[in-house]
C-alpha cells in the first residue's frame, strides 16, 4: 500500500505561480511512475504531467513550457512548478504513483484557482 499526501494548491491571479508538492509513504520501494492530474468542474480528470524514475517526464500540450515536473531525492516526493497560469488550469489537481505492479495511488487532491 501507498499513501498519497498533496499541498501547495491556493488561489492565485493570472500569470502567477505555484509550486505543488506530493509525498508518498508506505511501500515506497514500489513506485515506478508519480504524476500529477486535474479535473475541473464538469470535465474529466487528464494527466497535467509525470516522471518516472529515471528522469522521463510528459506533459499535457497546454502546459508545455509553463510546467515542470521533478522528483525529489528521496524518490517519494514530486513537485509540480507551475508558472505563467491562466484561468484554464483552474481544477482540483491529484498527485498519482503508479507502482511497478500497475496499481495506482490517489491522494486526496488540492484546489489551485487561477482568477482572471
Known amino acids: 500500500q501507498v499513501q498519497v499526501v498533496e499541498s501547495g494548491g491556493d488561489l492565485v491571479q493570472a500569470g502567477g505561480s505555484l509550486r505543488l508538492s506530493c509525498t508518498a509513504s508506505g511501500s515506497i520501494y514500489s513506485i515506478n511512475v508519480m504524476g500529477w492530474y486535474r479535473q475541473a468542474p464538469g470535465k474529466q480528470r487528464e494527466l497535467v504531467a509525470d516522471i518516472t524514475g529515471r528522469g522521463g517526464t510528459n506533459y499535457k500540450d497546454s502546459v508545455k513550457g509553463r510546467f515542470t515536473i521533478s522528483r525529489g531525492n528521496a524518490n517519494n516526493t514530486v513537485y509540480l512548478q507551475m508558472n505563467s497560469l491562466k484561468p484554464e488550469d483552474t481544477a482540483i489537481y491529484y498527485c498519482?504513483?503508479?507502482?511497478?505492479?500497475?496499481?495506482?495511488?490517489w491522494g486526496q487532491g488540492t484546489q489551485v484557482t487561477v482568477s482572471s
Open positions: 498519482n504513483v503508479l507502482t511497478v505492479n500497475n496499481n495506482h495511488y
